[in-house]
DNA sequence: TATAATTCCTATCGAATTGATAGGAATTTC
DNA sequence: GAAATTCCTATCAATTCGATAGGAATTATA
């Protein structure tokens, strides 16, 4: 599995703020969302230190998405939730740490892959995510 | 990620196998990839049991391909090894448990992405993955 | 017929990752 | 000052994955 249910609570949080004028408490989005309010917490984290989610602290605070939901690729956000989005370990976390990298033959058809996958994930918008009306 | 350590050996054993001309044994085929001799011989076994080799027992048995290398796609191959293909739990193995499955928008984009991997896998063969001479 | 080489079968283990939980500190509005 | 909220750190339980172990069944050959 490429995406991980971390992943997609991102995207679902995302979009569901995507869905609101002002900015949104975690409370009322978790709930909303069914996903464990003490879980979300920790995403949104992610996403407000990557900066694609802006946070009010304090009473009446929550929070706010800094572009139109068409401008945040899939890959972009996944990439704050995923250890990685590679399709192998060969090219993913333990890149580095193959001694046969150099001749072997599968890796180019591991990379060709991964740059397939991701250009799916460039493609696609969190706007593609969201409730048609 | 996607594809497994298990689904790379079964991979490179049976790369290995194609560049042989007749049966090999294990202990031969494991030592020469580095694969754990044990753990290749669970691997072995499951392509055995789905018809993708052929095994000879006894004194100098082993185990040889049913077909040219070129005649099997990374995706017959790896179905065998990999718990699930899919890019998601959405659309894999918890497929049938979420109950937002009918209005999911998120589905369709997981659908999408899967058959995006699943024509990647099924486009390229074993000889892909074999050293060119 | 004994032996060696091999495939086959079942059971188990340790480490890593993931999804989730808990408690409380810091901040802001009213 | 109280309430609502974000922020921070630590921990846990289940699952999966890569790997290991022991031995039974089968076959060629000396």
């Known amino acids: 599995m490429i995406i ?5 609570y991102a995207l679902r949080i995302m979009a569901a703020l995507a ?3 002002k900015c949104a408490s975690l409370r009322e989005l978790a709930e909303e ?3 464990p309010y003490k879980y979300a917490e920790a995403i949104v984290s992610l996403l407000v230190k990557a900066g694609l989610v802006e946070s009010t602290r304090g009473k009446n605070g929550g929070y706010a998405l800094t572009r139109a939901p068409e ?3 899939l ?7 995923e250890t990685s989005l590679a399709a192998t370990d060969c090219t993913g976390r333990k890149e580095q740490d193959c001694p046969r990298a150099a001749t072997c033959p599968s890796l180019p ?3 060709a892959l ?5 250009d799916f994930l460039s493609r696609h918008t969190l ?5 048609k009306p």
Chains 1, 2 share one sequence.
């Open 4 to 8: 991980s249910t971390k992943g997609r």
């Open 19 to 21: 869905a609101r004028e």
């Open 33 to 35: 969302q069914e996903i």
């Open 71 to 73: 401008c945040y690729t």
């Open 75 to 81: 890959s972009e956000v996944l990439r704050q939730t």
């Open 109 to 111: 058809v591991w990379r």
């Open 114 to 118: 991964d740059e397939t996958v991701d």
């Open 127 to 131: 706007a593609d995510l969201m409730q």
